[in-house]
């Protein structure tokens, strides 16, 4: 092949790579087969309004994505299920982002759904539609090519602790909590909080945390693995300064390097091992000789 027609072939190969891995982030847990009625769902979440999601994306790559509804502690009415649906598929086309700090207003991260809403979606099919609807959104935000991080602040509760867990890293400040309190509530976690648990801190230790609605301070969370750090304010602001500080460690350079890193490392815990390897063949076929890799070549020789 003549030089000059690589690289459209190179380029158009960069192309199919990229919408292949990209479909295969986007591919829904459950659909109809499974007797799921996404639009059906959607209307009856829209009637339980309140609250909002608000995503606010900064120039260096790091985007804030805040649970705002403060007088319920942050709890998720069902406006704000779909506001994060359509958040995360924002953040999906965002070219430019790194990294995400979640967080929720007013001091507190988020008590989980808002229980007026769940009264009204009392019913089975309702409830199952509800379950699919989060467990599809939170894979989703698992799955974002962006290092994610919760910040917890104030407690985290049932459905709150269970949107930690879709993160990569965790986060708390002194005083803070998390706790699932599903069993008080005659429940099992059901937006894919019990089977992310027990990939991050292990099934004896998530058996702990469920059946006994064990109380998880900042310590504790150390001491399991679940959390990163405990930072040293309270404060909303200085909270904030700091997790940008924590995650900046971890975002330096470019997009397109940061976003590969973290679609082979999601391959490799979620894909069986040959699976895993060809999709990170996949990915390192995307950033092989393009502009990042050719100027760090030409800037730091390797060996030294």
């Known amino acids: ?9 190179w380029k158009n190969f960069l192309q199919t790579t990229k919408e292949r891995i990209l479909q295969q982030r986007r591919l829904s847990l459950y659909n109809g087969s499974h007797g799921y009625e996404e639009e059906l769902i959607k209307k009856k979440l829209q009637q339980f309004a309140g609250g909002s999601i608000n995503l606010c994306k900064e120039d260096n790559g790091i985007g804030i994505l805040t649970l705002n509804n403060p007088k319920l502690m942050n709890a998720f009415t069902g406006t704000m299920m779909l506001e994060l649906q359509e958040r995360i598929t924002e953040l999906e086309h965002w070219k430019d982002g790194k990294g995400l700090i979640i967080y929720g207003a007013g001091n507190t991260f988020c008590s989980g759904s808002d229980l007026n809403a769940v009264r009204e979606i ?3 099919k309702d409830g199952m539609n509800m379950c699919m609807f989060m467990q599809n959104t939170l894979t989703r935000l698992m799955r974002l090519p962006l290092i994610s991080v919760a910040l917890v602040q104030g407690k985290a509760f049932g459905g709150g602790a269970e949107l930690t867990t879709a993160c990569d890293f965790r986060l ?26 027990v990939r991050i801190i292990g099934s004896g230790a998530a058996l702990q945390l469920l059946s006994g609605v064990v109380r998880v301070d900042p310590e504790k969370a150390l001491r399991l693995g679940f959390s990163e750090e405990t930072l040293s304010s309270s404060d909303e602001t200085r909270a904030l300064e700091e997790a940008r500080a924590w995650l900046s460690q971890y975002t330096e350079g470019p997009a397109s390097v940061i976003q590969a890193v973290k679609k082979v490392v999601t391959a490799g815990r979620e894909l069986p091992l040959e699976a895993a390897l060809r999709t990170e063949k996949d990915i390192f076929g995307t950033v092989w000789g393009a502009p990042a890799n050719l100027q760090a070549l030409v800037r730091r020789p390797k060996h030294k």
Do not use: C, D, Q, Y
């Open 1 to 9: 092949v003549f030089p000059e027609m690589a690289l459209p072939l």
């Open 172 to 197: 708390m400040t002194p005083g803070s909590e998390i706790r699932f309190v599903h069993k008080h509530m005659g429940l099992v976690p059901g937006w894919g909080g019990a089977a992310r648990l």
């Open 122 to 124: 009392s019913n089975s």
